[in-house]
Each structure stands twice: as structure tokens, then as C-alpha cells.
């Protein structure tokens, strides 16, 4: 029985790969796949489905897949908490609060926080008991506090680099993330041992 996979493409994606590579999976399709967007492996164990991340979670949610390879970020700006089988340990990175050197993170007033992750800024500022306004902003949300968009950022760093390249300092460091298995419930009942073998697997290599 075919697995349907839905993976993230882009960070992360290359990670993915070598894991499988370690299973002994001929993932040479994947390596080759040029503009495909559905890749069905040799052995007709796996089929995987290139996508960006929210919608890996759209493509679970309405049974397209079995399983999704996607980013806790992702899982936590939709707020989807169930059915996470492994941690991949890879495309590890972390949510941050950065601005200009001239930011004061506990002063008085309204602040405008320009984010890709309006659920998870919005939640963090609410613990910190701070109203905020928040701008979803889809592309280089660093540009936000430099052109006077907003007061500072919620966003993912793995190495701080843009950041300092961009004299933006961290404020604080939010929650870690890194790269997760998470099936449909439907599958699990329908293919458990298919996908439970995989779990076993990937867990070997991890």
C-alpha cells in the first residue's frame, strides 16, 4: 500500500531527503524531480507531494495525504496539536522578537509587530499581558522595523545572520522548532503498519 506523503519544499527539504537516503530508500526521483510537484518513488512504497508548509497542513486535513513532513512552525500558527508522530530533528530554527538597536521591549504604548505568524505573535504578547497591533506580512519581515512599518518583529532565525546583516538585534527567544511527521487520523486507523514502520525507521536514524 502506497504512502502519500505531503513535504515541505525548500528549508529543510534537502534534510529530509538525507534521512531517507539513510533508510536505504532510492530517493533519486526527489533529487531529480526538476519542476514535478508529485514524485512517486521506485518501489511504490512512497509518493510525495511538494508543497509549501501551511498547506501540507490543508492537504492532511482533507485526506489528499497520509502523512505531512512540516515545520512546528507551521503546526503552531494553525494551531495543530494532535497527530505529531516523530521530530525529524531537522530544520531546526527558532521564533524570535527583533528590532533596531533603539527598541525598547518594555516601554509604554500600543506596539506594531509585523510578523508572517500573527497566531503566535498574538499569543505571545498576550502572556506578556501586552495589547499589540499586528501586521501579516508575507515576504522579508525584516524590512519591517527599517522602514517604519512596525516597532519590531516576530519571525524564525536559524543562524541570526539576516538579522545582523540587517542591524537588527534579538530581543527574545520564543519556542524552538524543527521539523515534524504528522499524519491524518483516517490513514493511521487504515495504514497503521505501513506507517508505523516508517516511524520505527526514521527513529533508527535520528
Do not use: H
Not at 502506497?2 to 526521483?29: F, H, M, W, Y
Not at 497527530?83 to 506596539?111: E, H, M, W
Not at 527574545?172 to 511527521?181: C, E, G, N, P, V
Amino acid at each position: 500500500m502506497t504512502l502519500k506523503i505531503a513535504l515541505t519544499k525548500g528549508r529543510g527539504e534537502k534534510q529530509v531527503v538525507g534521512l531517507l537516503k539513510k533508510l536505504n530508500i532510492d530517493v533519486s526521483p526527489l533529487e531529480n524531480k526538476q519542476r514535478k510537484l508529485i514524485i512517486p518513488l521506485a518501489d511504490g512504497q512512497y509518493e510525495f507531494i511538494l508543497a509549501k508548509g501551511p498547506d501540507v497542513v490543508t492537504y492532511l486535513s482533507n485526506g489528499i495525504v497520509d502523512l505531512g513532513i512540516v515545520g512546528s512552525d507551521i503546526l503552531m500558527e494553525q494551531n495543530v496539536s494532535g497527530y505529531q508522530l516523530l521530530d525529524l530533528n531537522v530544520g531546526k530554527c527558532q521564533f524570535i522578537l527583533a528590532s533596531t538597536t533603539d527598541f525598547n521591549p518594555t516601554s509604554a504604548g500600543r506596539k506594531v509587530i509585523g510578523t508572517k505568524y500573527p497566531r503566535v505573535a498574538q499569543e505571545y504578547f498576550a502572556r506578556l499581558g501586552q495589547d499589540v497591533e499586528i501586521i501579516k506580512i508575507e515576504g522579508s519581515v525584516e524590512l519591517a522595523p527599517l522602514v517604519g512599518l512596525a516597532d519590531a518583529i516576530i519571525d524564525i532565525t536559524e543562524t541570526g545572520t539576516t538579522l545582523r546583516e540587517n542591524n537588527l538585534q534579538i530581543y527574545d527567544w520564543l519556542a524552538k522548532i524543527s521539523t515534524r511527521l504528522v499524519v491524518n487520523p483516517l490513514a493511521l486507523k487504515q495504514k497503521k503498519n505501513e506507517i508505523f514502520q516508517l516511524v520505527d525507521q526514521l527513529a533508527q536514524v535520528i
